[in-house]
């Protein structure tokens, strides 16, 4: 699908010349002829991309931005500022407002359109990462693992699942439980630094769901780095008294109470050691699958798809 681009000046001729090349290039683009215009379609439909004249009557380019940054629906529109030449302390406004990149006038095309191509590329990538751990997320995992296969490489796709992290949650409040997600994440970078594996990668699905790319040698001595230290690491998130018995009770909606074991991994890896992986949709229904499997054993464990 293509990006949409609203383009916002008061000259109608840069309006049509810049709508035009734009086009031609791919995206399509959408034009208003002032700020108020502007505002307005940003906030029914937010554009990918805002490309804002910054001298405009009645409402400038940096009011315009000011507002689009105050508006939760439209504060992360990437926005890149047009500006005269001679205008620097417009260039320094705007990017203490948040524009993400500016260009000056008149400005080459082809640069206008490479800086359009960075900011989006850009603004893609912060939209993948997870804001709680900083972990890529469901784009650039599958793009990891498709280049991988496409590649011939020899991978290990493992599928990392907290057990009990629920009840945990219940009971402690949701920023404990953050601090556990992170901790997870922390524990997974940490062993795939540890086993020195060349093509290591770490991701965050969502929730206490993470994604992780592995060598298919380093499968085994991954999961066992995992076990390790997340079992070491577990308890320091727990109250004491709750440690030392091992486990949580927490009430139901109907006060009834119920005890849960403390968190454990589960951990599902679907290899191309035993077949060949034909697509990363492949690779993550075996993973998940085999994640199911090691929630069957109680504890931090994993299970590896051998089937040939």
Known sequence: ?????????????????VRLNLELDGFVVELAGGGREALEKAAEAPPDLMLLDVMM???????????????????????????ARSLAEDRVKGLDLGADDYITKPFDLEELIA???TVLRRSQQMRDLSPLTGLPGNFRITGRLEEYLDAGEMVAVVHADLDNFKAFND??????????????????????????????????????????????????????????????????????????????????RRGERHAFPMCSLSMGVATSEHRRLTSEWEASSIASEMKEVAKRTPGTNYQIDRRT
Do not use: W
């Open 171 to 252: 009971h402690y409040g949701f920023l404990r439980g953050d601090t556990v997600i992170k901790f997870t994440a922390r524990t997974l970078l940490s062993a795939a630094e540890a086993v020195k594996d060349p093509i290591g990668f770490v991701g965050h699905v969502g929730g206490d769901d993470f994604v992780a790319i592995v060598h298919a040698d380093n499968a085994v001595p991954f999961c066992e780095d995992i076990i390790g230290r997340f079992d070491d690491g577990i308890l320091d998130y727990y109250d004491t008294a709750d440690a030392l018995q091992g486990y949580i009770e927490v009430t139901d």
């Open 115 to 117: 800086r359009v191509r």
């Open 1 to 17: 699908m293509s990006e949409r681009i609203l383009v916002v000046d008061d000259d109608p001729d840069i309006l049509q010349f």
């Open 57 to 83: 009557p009645e409402i400038d380019g940096l009011t315009v931005l000011r507002r689009l940054r105050s508006d939760p629906t439209t504060a992360n529109i990437p926005v890149i500022v047009l500006t």
